[in-house]
RNA sequence: GCCGGGGUGGUGAAAUCGGUAUACACAGGGGACUUAAAAUCCCCCGGGAGCAAUCCCAUGCGGGUUCAAGUCCCGCCCCCGGCACCA
């Protein structure tokens, strides 16, 4: 006999009962022999968290909701889904928050990984609690290393000096995220640039197939955007400018005839990157950036002492301040000059921070018509401003209020190139320059090598021994992993290097290599490396010999789906497709590139502003879910708005979700004496059957919240007046709403009678065209595109058909009174517009 | 500055192969049921005019194309996110 108690909805205790039910039937856990023999496997990805102390976000909870949705949907397709999460626990922000609150990472990293694991399971999401990953786990990390090894042994890891971020007063390193405006972001005290050998991953040696492997994988747009712009492609040229006064100028000839026979080895000679090659009659002045290698060698003994000092000046910037657009450009002049090889006129050389060491060959050719940078500059120093380039309707003498930057155009005071449009001149000039070894076509990119040093402590120990004698030595397979130290005070002090440096019990060992004494690397990887290559490590967790298993990994990857966050559209998703990239040309992996599909979700606000601590205005799950259940919670979370859109959390909102989920309950645990037989009403039946249509597709396309809406708005129909709903119009409501409501879901799947989960099986609701087709269909009647009725009619009536109707429609007759029908427009079951004209001047008015 | 994404009721938002603008929900108002409350159910809810039928206006602003524009084109304004001297 069910009690009264076991009628009403009580969500919190339905979901705590599932909950127990789902661990106990391992619902949602694979055994390996499952990983093995899946059929239809569908990897259903999500970005993992990092486990911070204030516990999960509801941002988090958001971005897991709605792949939670995804994988739940395609599991009631069919699909044998492998849902997992784990956790991103290294980096800045543990440790940081450890020097801040004085408790040590490794005992506050589990503390915030228990915490996160109680709430990602009261959240309902189909995680597979016996494949998680925690990044600081040695278990996880040794494969980390061993990746990174791999990378070293193939040539993709090299160390090079580099600059970092240094605060002066904080004795540290800082991350180019902690430099705000020039200045540390704990204390303000302005930021130095030093310079440090780091490890470098050799990203850019991949930069073509990652841009060209962007036009075949199903990513958002705004993505795909992203990474097309962080890779940066240019096509242009290198351009040589002799230094003169050193040996073999060329000739002086205007038309640029000497040959100058060999590229004569001894000549010194400035290279700058340009994409505008055909502006090269404009290059009145070269510029280096301060750090430049030739700069000293041009430099003029009257000029030294301004160009030490402004190189000085250039050193004490940080690296974020010097990105800054500043308003006025600033430079020395070095004294020294160069050539200008297409017409051989002498150019002063200047240096200026404007041009960036880190981009192209760290010189330029200023061309200050031309270019908006060079012509502040050459504004700023009263440099000339030639034009060389003439837009339509203009010409040599047309003067230059700003720079012409438009790639298009025709070239002036160019010598023999005059007349060409810019594009042939490009290709002229550089071919001509070419073939007396002056220059050479050439693409550059914009992305860099990938910087994974950190002078930090909570991170994996880079796998490398340095020796005296045999230089840097990767830390044999066998000796992996490398454990991190405890260290009690991890602090780093004034000497700038790793906090392990100071743990000399631990970085001095024996050289593999030769057996001399050598020492460990003590800076530690990115954590970006940790999150290159974590949804390779998932499905493979069951082996401890091995980062991933080949068969495994053949069965289940590339990912299927992956859902994350537009904050890591570029360097998260690059470096894993870089990992992914050199792991396969190492005959590792079958594929290269590991997301078929990737969609990054919104954001949630909260009552139209931004959340944030400080304004004290986020959102604190626990107390709404223990309140309304996590199921209203992830169904108002996917209700908000479309889901890669975001929406706004306002607090009464959750009414709306709540409610419906209560009215489903009661329509499915209706008073007995209520409840009908199974024949469906077929108005409802006819609603049912457009309802799976709508929610099948656009669940599938992410847009939940107009999914949720159809349900809704079914729910109505199927209760409008008081009705009680026939069980077969409500059971499948019951499966179409399981994937955001997956315990009352569960709990009215049960109750109606059925044995296990609803989520075993392919429950999803079978769709019936036939049975959603209209068979009469509202037609809206205009004159002259303005609507004066509608009229009902059968389901694809012909033209005549409806024209009888709509004209014995009163209304429609009174606007056609007195009037000529030139045209007639039909859209079957849609629309009918007779366009009209009075029909003379005679009888005007109406009745 | 550049690259994305947006401006629609009191509010969150629907509708973009051009075809009845405002679905669904919140807030608000009225009613039924109930001893009462909760829950549930029903009705109203963009602005203006009118007793009403009905008419006019309305999707950031100004033009245009079209029988028909929230949707397409041109020119602006504003908001949000990201990047930032990339030669």
């Known amino acids: 006999m069910p009690t009264e108690a076991d009628k009403a909805y009580d969500p919190v205790a339905v979901e705590a009962d599932w909950r127990a039910r789902w661990d106990r039937n391992r619902t949602n856990s694979f055994t390996l022999e499952e990983l093995r023999t899946a059929e239809r496997p569908f990897f259903n990805l999500m970005m993992f968290p990092y486990p911070s102390a204030e516990g999960l976000h509801v941002g988090n909870i958001y971005a897991f909701t709605g792949a939670d949705v995804f994988g739940r949907f395609k599991r009631m397709q069919g699909h044998a889904v492998f849902e997992p999460i784990g956790f991103d626990a290294f980096g800045i922000h543990s440790e940081n928050f450890a020097l801040k609150s004085g408790v040590h990472p490794t005992e506050l990293i589990p503390a915030n990984v228990a915490n996160f694991r109680r709430q990602l399971r009261r959240i309902g999401g189909m995680f597979d609690w016996d494949h998680t990953v925690d990044t600081t786990d040695p278990d996880y990390y040794k494969w980390t290393q061993w990746l990174f090894l791999q990378l070293f042994n193939h040539g993709l890891a090299e160390q090079k000096e580099a600059p970092v971020n240094w605060c002066p007063s904080c004795m540290t390193v800082l991350a180019n995220e902690q430099v705000i405006v020039g200045a540390c972001e704990r204390c303000g005290t302005g930021v130095e640039q030093r310079f440090i050998r780091q490890w470098f991953f050799r990203i850019t040696e991949y930069a073509e197939r990652l841009l060209r492997n962007l036009k075949h994988i199903d990513w958002s747009d705004t993505t795909l955007k992203a990474q097309r712009n962080w890779i940066g492609r240019s096509d242009g040229a290198e351009l040589h400018f002799p230094v003169a006064g050193s040996e073999r100028e060329p000739g002086r000839t205007a038309s640029g005839e000497d040959p100058g026979d060999e590229p004569a080895a001894e000549?010194?000679?400035?290279?700058?990157?340009?994409?505008?090659?055909?502006?090269?009659?404009?290059?009145?002045?070269?510029?280096?950036a301060p750090e430049h290698p030739l700069v000293d060698a041009v430099t003029s003994n009257g000029c030294r002492a301004d160009v030490e000092a402004y190189r000085a000046r250039t050193q004490a910037k940080d690296m974020v301040a010097r990105k800054k657009i500043e308003k006025r450009k600033t430079g020395v002049f070095t004294g020294g000059y160069c050539i200008n090889p297409?017409?051989?006129?002498?150019?002063?050389?200047?240096?200026?921070?404007?041009?960036?060491?880190?981009?192209?060959?760290?010189?330029?050719?200023?061309?200050?018509?031309?270019?908006?940078?060079?012509?502040?500059?050459?504004?700023?120093?009263?440099?000339?401003?030639?034009?060389?380039?003439?837009?339509?309707?203009?010409?040599?003498?047309?003067?230059?209020?700003?720079?012409?930057?438009?790639?298009?155009?025709?070239?002036?005071?160019?010598?023999?190139?005059?007349?060409?449009?810019?594009?042939?001149?490009?290709?002229?000039?550089?071919?001509?320059?070419?073939?007396?070894?002056?220059?050479?076509?050439?693409?550059?990119?914009?992305?860099?090598?990938?910087?994974?040093?950190?002078?930090?402590?909570?991170?994996?120990p880079i796998p490398i021994i340095h020796c005296e004698a045999c230089g840097p030595v990767a830390v044999p397979e066998e000796h992996l992993p490398v454990i991190l130290p405890h260290v009690e005070d991890?602090?780093?002090?004034?000497?700038?290097?790793?906090?392990?440096?100071?743990?000399?019990?631990?970085?001095?060992?024996?050289?593999?290599?030769?057996?001399?004494?050598?020492?460990?690397?003590?800076?530690?990887?990115?954590?970006?490396?940790?999150?290159?290559?974590?949804?390779?490590?998932?499905?493979?967790?069951?082996?401890?010999?091995?980062?991933?298993?080949?068969?495994?990994?053949?069965?289940?990857?590339?990912?299927?789906?992956?859902?994350?966050?537009?904050?890591?559209?570029?360097?998260?998703?690059?470096?894993?497709?870089?990992?992914?990239?050199?792991?396969?040309?190492?005959?590792?992996?079958?594929?290269?590139?590991?997301?078929?599909?990737?969609?990054?979700?919104?954001?949630?606000?909260?009552?139209?502003?931004?959340?944030?601590?400080?304004?004290?205005?986020?959102?604190?799950?626990?107390?709404?879910?223990?309140?309304?259940?996590?199921?209203?919670?992830?169904?108002?979370?996917?209700?908000?708005?479309?889901?890669?859109e975001g929406g706004d959390y306002q607090d009464k909102g959750i009414s709306g979700p709540h409610g419906f989920l209560h009215r489903l309950w009661e329509s499915v645990v209706?008073?007995?004496?209520?409840?009908?037989?199974?024949?469906?009403?077929?108005?409802?039946?006819?609603?049912?059957?457009?309802?799976?249509?709508?929610?099948?597709?656009?669940?599938?396309?992410?847009?939940?919240?107009?999914?949720?809406?159809?349900?809704?708005?079914?729910?109505?129909?199927?209760?409008?007046?008081?009705?009680?709903?026939?069980?077969?119009?409500?059971?499948?409501?019951?499966?179409?709403?399981?994937?955001?409501?997956?315990?009352?879901?569960?709990?009215?799947?049960?109750?109606?009678?059925?044995?296990?989960?609803?989520?075993?099986?392919?429950?999803?609701?079978?769709?019936?065209?036939?049975?959603?087709?209209?068979?009469?269909?509202?037609?809206?009647?205009?004159?002259?595109?303005?609507?004066?009725?509608?009229?009902?009619?059968?389901?694809?009536?012909?033209?005549?058909?409806?024209?009888?109707?709509?004209?014995?429609?009163?209304?429609?007759?009174?606007?056609?009174?007195?009037?000529?029908?030139?045209?007639?427009?039909?859209?079957?079951?849609?629309?009918?517009?007779?366009?009209?004209?009075?029909?003379?001047?005679?009888?005007?008015?109406?009745?």
């Open 267 to 288: 000549t010194t000679r400035i290279t700058v990157f340009t994409t505008r090659p055909d502006t090269i009659f404009g290059a009145t002045y070269v510029v280096l």
């Open 490 to 644: 991890f602090r780093p002090d004034a000497t700038g290097v790793s906090p392990l440096s100071r743990v000399s019990d631990w970085y001095e060992v024996a050289c593999p290599s030769c057996g001399g004494d050598a020492t460990r690397e003590t800076d530690v990887s990115d954590t970006f490396l940790d999150s290159a290559w974590y949804f390779l490590r998932y499905p493979s967790t069951d082996f401890r010999d091995r980062p991933f298993d080949p068969e495994i990994t053949r069965r289940w990857l590339p990912v299927d789906c992956y859902i994350g966050g537009n904050e890591h559209a570029v360097l998260h998703l690059l470096y894993s497709r870089f990992v992914v990239m050199a792991l396969h040309d190492m005959g590792l992996l079958h594929f290269e590139e590991p997301y078929d599909q990737f969609r990054a979700h919104g954001l949630i606000i909260r009552e139209g502003a931004k959340m944030s601590k400080s304004k004290g205005n986020v959102i604190i799950p626990d107390p709404i879910i223990e309140r309304y259940g996590a199921d209203t919670f992830r169904l108002y979370l996917m209700f908000l708005g479309p889901f890669v």
């Open 670 to 847: 209706a008073d007995d004496d209520q409840t009908p037989g199974d024949d469906p009403d077929p108005a409802v039946e006819q609603k049912l059957h457009q309802t799976i249509e709508k929610v099948t597709e656009q669940i599938a396309t992410l847009r939940y919240n107009t999914a949720i809406a159809a349900m809704m708005e079914y729910l109505n129909a199927a209760r409008a007046g008081g009705r009680a709903p026939a069980r077969a119009e409500i059971e499948p409501l019951v499966c179409l709403v399981a994937p955001f409501a997956p315990h009352i879901a569960e709990e009215l799947w049960r109750r109606l009678g059925h044995e296990g989960s609803v989520f075993d099986g392919a429950n999803w609701p079978a769709f019936d065209p036939a049975k959603a087709a209209e068979r009469v269909a509202r037609v809206a009647v205009q004159v002259n595109g303005k609507v004066r009725g509608t009229v009902s009619a059968p389901a694809g009536a012909d033209r005549e058909a409806v024209v009888a109707l709509a004209s014995s429609e009163p209304n429609v007759a009174r606007h056609l009174e007195g009037m000529e029908v030139r045209r007639t427009i039909h859209v079957p079951d849609r629309l009918l517009n007779f366009v009209v004209a009075e029909a003379a001047a005679i009888g005007s008015g109406s009745g």
């Open 342 to 460: 297409v017409n051989g006129d002498r150019v002063p050389v200047w240096i200026a921070d404007y041009v960036l060491m880190g981009y192209g060959t760290g010189a330029i050719m200023a061309v200050p018509g031309h270019d908006e940078r060079d012509f502040d500059f050459a504004t700023t120093y009263e440099l000339p401003i030639p034009r060389v380039i003439a837009a339509p309707g203009e010409d040599t003498s047309t003067p230059l209020e700003i720079a012409y930057e438009y790639p298009t155009g025709t070239l002036v005071n160019s010598g023999r190139y005059d007349g060409l449009d810019v594009e042939d001149a490009k290709t002229a000039i550089v071919g001509d320059l070419a073939a007396q070894g002056l220059a050479e076509a050439k693409v550059t990119y914009r992305l860099h090598d990938w910087c994974i040093s950190r002078q930090r402590y909570w991170g994996p």
